[in-house]
């Protein structure tokens, strides 16, 4: 009801177009994971690598319409763990450019990068000079997911000629439904006051539940829901891969009824 209230209103006063980005972050750990196939097409999945799920469900969101990007781990402040494929400070430039190559090769269909955690390798410019390196020779774009006011991912990836973005909001830090309600109202705005917006979420189930309620919304609120790539410039989306799948991948592609085993 509350939702449908601001609806009328916004609708109202006349609202001018404004596009939404929502990337699902940490994408590929659990079997529950897989509820992220019932948002909106339009909904951006970064996935995991190296995690029980995340290439399957990343070849299933593929097949659903779904952009799929890479959700590439680095160090943070708090020494999280950090699973397989992460960056860290220690690392050689061999081991920087081989980790970041298995992580690409480990999920299908990418066509962009975002930082899982990071709070403190971001913050280091010589090591995103490095990492957006190696990522410039994959024709891909970056979401600075801005886990650190202080990071420099963003610059780095401008400086390396790759597409990039930055994250406005983070939905759920805090999975009450009024805390959902204040960030998803709080990234609307920002898109109707700038014309774009990057919101990222996770799959909770508390998310899931409230996106599938306050998504339908956007449209009478004039935003429009797009993949992250939409949001940048149609000379920056020329330098991306083609969004074509590899014919030598396609044998190994599994039926599309066998997402059912997920």
Do not use: C
């Amino acid at each position: 009801m509350r939702y449908a209230l601001l609806a009328l209103l916004l609708w109202t006063q006349g609202v001018t177009a404004a596009e939404l980005t929502l990337i699902i972050d940490d994408v590929g750990y659990r079997q529950t994971d897989k509820g992220v196939l019932a948002l909106p097409a339009a909904t951006t999945l970064s996935v995991l690598p190296h995690t029980p799920w995340g290439r399957q469900l990343a070849v299933a969101g593929w097949r659903r319409g779904h952009e799929i990007m890479l959700h590439l781990p680095m160090l943070a402040d708090g020494g999280n763990a950090l699973g397989p494929s992460a960056l860290v400070g220690g690392m050689s430039p061999w081991e920087m450019r081989l980790t970041i190559k298995r992580a690409l090769a480990d999920i299908p269909f990418v066509r962009g990068v975002n930082n899982h955690m990071g709070s403190t390798l971001t913050r280091q410019r010589p090591l995103m000079d490095r990492v957006m390196g190696e990522l410039s020779q994959h024709h891909l774009y970056f979401v600075d997911s801005l886990t650190t006011p202080d990071s420099v991912a963003f610059d780095a990836a401008r400086e390396q000629g790759i597409p990039a973005l930055r994250r406005h909001v983070f939905l759920d830090n805090e999975t009450e439904e009024v805390d959902l309600e204040k960030q998803f109202s709080q990234a609307i705005t920002i898109a109707r006051k700038h014309g774009q917006a990057v919101l990222i979420g996770h799959p909770y189930p508390e998310t899931l539940a409230f996106l599938e309620q306050a998504l339908p919304t956007l449209a009478s609120q004039g935003v429009s829901l797009v993949p992250a790539s939409a949001l940048l410039s149609d000379k920056q989306r020329a330098q991306l891969r083609p969004m074509a799948p590899p014919t030598a991948f396609l044998h190994r592609l599994p039926e599309p009824n066998s997402v059912k085993t997920l």
